[in-house]
Each structure stands twice: as C-alpha cells, then as structure tokens.
Nanobody, 121 residues
Framework: QVQLVESGGGLVQAGGSLRLSCAAS????????MAWYRQAPGKQRELVAR???????NYADSVKGRFTISRDNAKNTVYLRMNSLKPEDTAVYYC???????????????WGQGTQVTVSS
C-alpha cells in the first residue's frame, strides 16, 4: 500500500511562514500529479495548489503569490511553502497524489492523513 506522510503543520502568527512536506512511500512505480488541499471548519475541502508532470502548477486564487508548491521527484516528496499567512488560511491541509503503484496498474489516488495549520492574529 502507498502511504503519504505529512509534516510541518502547526501554529503560526499572522504574517508568518510555514512549510509543509508530504513524502510518498510504499509500492510506487510512478507519481503523476501531486497536490495540497485544505478544509477549514464548516467549509468544503478545496484545492490549494497542484503540480503536474513537468513544471506546470496551479493555485487557488486565495493563495496566489503567497504559497509555492514544489516537488522533489527523487524523494517522492511534495512541499508547500506558505508565506504571509492569514487567519483565513487556518485549516486542515491534506496531501493528495495520483500514483501508479506498480507496473501495469491503473493510476490511483491517495490522501495523506491531514495536518493542522492554525494562523493566529
């Protein structure tokens, strides 16, 4: 089974920065898209940032210019650098990845366990 292990969440003051990491492990043949989602209390889960095969990325309008998604293919790891954090960024952040776990398998979607990010005023 593929496992996505997240780290880096925590409590930060408004205006501060945080970097989330998500490492994929287990049976992995290849990783296609990787993404970060978040879910604030009482709200739907939303896409924060996504990186595709190659260099193309996209971001939610609310985080453009503040968040940066990056990927280390050698480590099967995706990062989310969050700068200029605002209280409205408070949410549980989830790692997501499209992975082919072994040769001949279909692409499968996996979720991390989620990590809490809390931004105080």
């Amino acid at each position: 089974q593929v496992q996505l292990v997240e780290s880096g969440g925590g409590l930060v003051q408004a205006g501060g920065s945080l970097r989330l990491s998500c490492a994929a492990s287990g049976s992995i043949f290849s990783i296609n898209a990787m993404a970060w989602y978040r879910q604030a209390p009482g709200k739907q889960r939303e896409l924060v940032a996504r990186t595709y095969s190659g260099s193309r990325t996209n971001y939610a309008d609310s985080v453009k210019g503040r968040f940066t998604i990056s990927r280390d293919n050698a480590k099967n790891t995706v990062y989310l650098r969050m700068n200029s954090l605002k209280p409205e960024d408070t949410a549980v952040y989830y790692c997501n990845a499209d992975i082919i776990p072994y040769f001949g398998a279909n692409t499968r979607n996996y979720w991390g366990q989620g990590t809490q990010v809390t931004v105080s005023s």
